[in-house]
Nanobody, 115 residues
Framework: QVQLVESGGGLVQPGGSLRLSCAGS????????MGWYRQAPGKQRELVAN???????FYADSVKGRFTISRHNAKNTVYLQMNSLKPEDTAVYYC?????????WGQGTQVTVSS
């Protein structure tokens, strides 16, 4: 069974940085495109960034130039470096396969950007 465990969230002031990690188990993640998603209160879950098996990346316009997605295939881990954080980045962040997410989502990690 696929398991995804996100970590690294927290409370940060505007302009600050956080690095999220997603550890996966139960399958060979290195062959999949993996994505970071986020869901803010009252809003639908949205894709923030994804990374293909070969390392190519995609970013939503809202985070382009501020966030960097990376992966360590041997560790089955995906990262999201978030810089220049804004209050509108506040959300629960999840990782999962893209574009067809695994049915089992992790618990997510809360990111709150506030002064």
């Amino acid at each position: 069974q696929v398991q995804l465990v996100e970590s690294g969230g927290g409370l940060v002031q505007p302009g600050g940085s956080l690095r999220l990690s997603c550890a996966g188990s139960g399958t060979i993640f290195s062959i999949y495109t993996m994505g970071w998603y986020r869901q803010a209160p009252g809003k639908q879950r949205e894709l923030v960034a994804n990374i293909i098996a070969g390392g190519g990346t995609f970013y939503a316009d809202s985070v382009k130039g501020r966030f960097t997605i990376s992966r360590h295939n041997a560790k089955n881990t995906v990262y999201l470096q978030m810089n220049s954080l804004k209050p509108e980045d506040t959300a629960v962040y999840y990782c999962n396969r893209y574009p067809n997410p695994f049915s089992s989502w992790g618990q997510g990690t809360q990111v709150t950007v506030s002064s």
